[in-house]
C-alpha cells in the first residue's frame, strides 16, 4: 500500500483555539486527498476534500492545505470545540493509475480541553 | 438517508470458525471496499470492487475473501480466523470518478476467542 503518515499522534488545545492536523504522503502521482474524522466506536466521517489541482480549500470552519511540492496536507480547525474532540485521518488516493484505493495515515488524536 | 449499514455491530468467533461480515449500501455506489482497522492504527485497505471486478491488495492475506453478489451488497468472509484477525471491519463505497469520497458504515468489531 501507500505511505501516508501524520507528523504528531497527539494534539491537544484549548477549546476557542485553532488547530492544525498535518499529514505528509509519499506518492507524488496521489491526486485527491481526503480527511475523515473518527469518534469511538464509529466509522471515519468525511470532513473534507482537496484535488491536486488545488492548494487550498474551505469548509465550514475547517481548511484543508496541500503542498504538493513537499508533498504535504494540513487541516485547520477554527475555533475548536469539544465536539471536534476525534481521531483525524488523511487518505489519499494513490493516484489514478490505481484505481479507486484509498490509503490512510497513522492518525492524529485532536482532545480539546473545556 | 441514503447509507451504508454494516451487520452486526458486535461479532465474536472462535478462533478457527468462519465468519461473515454483511455490508450494504443504499448509495448506488460502484465501488466497495472492505478495510481492517486494529485498535488505535489507522483502517488498512483489505480489497475493493469495481463493479464485479475484484481487486486485492498485495499484502492481504488469504484468509480473507469477499463475494460482491450485487450492487448493493457486499461480504467479508474469514475463512479460520485467528486471535490477530480482531479488529473493527469497515465497509465504505464511493462513486467511481476522481473527487468521489469513502462513505463509511460504523463497523463490525471482531472479537476472536
Known amino acids: 500500500g501507500e505511505s501516508v503518515g501524520l507528523h504528531l499522534p497527539t494534539l491537544s488545545v484549548q477549546e476557542g483555539d485553532n488547530s492544525i492536523i498535518n499529514c505528509a504522503y509519499s506518492n507524488s502521482a496521489s491526486d485527491y486527498f481526503i480527511w475523515y474524522k473518527q469518534e469511538s466506536g464509529k466509522g471515519p466521517q468525511f470532513i473534507i476534500d482537496i484535488r491536486s489541482n488545488m492548494d487550498k480549500r474551505q469548509g465550514q470552519r475547517v481548511t484543508v492545505l496541500l503542498n504538493k511540492t513537499v508533498k504535504h496536507l494540513s487541516l485547520q480547525i477554527a475555533a475548536t470545540q469539544p465536539g471536534d474532540s476525534a481521531v483525524y485521518f488523511c487518505?489519499?488516493?494513490?493516484?489514478?493509475?490505481?484505481?479507486?484505493?484509498?490509503?490512510f495515515g497513522t492518525g492524529t488524536s485532536l482532545t480539546v480541553i473545556p | 438517508d441514503a447509507m451504508v449499514i454494516q451487520n452486526p455491530r458486535y461479532q465474536v468467533t472462535q478462533f478457527g470458525k468462519p465468519v461473515t461480515l454483511s455490508c450494504s449500501q443504499t448509495l448506488n455506489h460502484n465501488v466497495m471496499y472492505w478495510y481492517q482497522q486494529k485498535s488505535s492504527q489507522a483502517p488498512k485497505l483489505l480489497f475493493h470492487?469495481?463493479?464485479?471486478?475484484?481487486?486485492n491488495e498485495a499484502d492481504t492475506p488469504d484468509n480473507f475473501q469477499s463475494r460482491r453478489p450485487n450492487t448493493s451488497f457486499c461480504f467479508l468472509d474469514i475463512r479460520s480466523p485467528g486471535l490477530g484477525d480482531a479488529a473493527m471491519y469497515l465497509c465504505a463505497t464511493s462513486g467511481q470518478g476522481l473527487g468521489s469520497p469513502l462513505h463509511f458504515g460504523n463497523g463490525t468489531r471482531l472479537t476472536v476467542t
Open positions: 487518505a489519499e488516493n494513490g493516484g489514478s493509475n490505481t484505481g479507486n484505493q484509498f490509503y
Open positions: 470492487y469495481y463493479d464485479k471486478d475484484f481487486n
